[in-house]
């Protein structure tokens, strides 16, 4: 697949995943509101991760899960000491 291909089916599912954070305001679902929105939000970054920082191979994936389980033992000590 091209690159053009790519960065437009990335553009789209930008696009689309926005209107999904709009549509989702106008809706009232309580709590589940801002899961949904967080959720959104998480395919959006990995969206953006996948096609603008090119973390596809293998090497990369590794160093994304270990700074990503790194983040959670730093957030986990933090709510250990409170």
């Given at each position: ?15 689309a995943l926005l209107a999904l954070t709009v549509g989702s ?13 967080l959720a959104i939000a998480a395919a959006k ?38």
């Amino acid at each position: 697949m091209s690159e053009l291909r790519k960065l437009t089916f990335g553009y789209l599912g930008l696009l689309a995943l926005l209107a999904l954070t709009v549509g989702s305001s106008f809706v009232a679902l309580g709590g589940f509101n801002v899961a949904l929105n967080l959720a959104i939000a998480a395919a959006k970054a990995i969206l953006i991760a996948m096609l603008f920082m090119h973390l596809t191979g293998t090497l990369p994936r590794l160093a994304v899960a270990a700074a990503g389980l790194w983040l959670v033992i730093l957030f986990g000590l933090t709510l250990i000491g409170r």
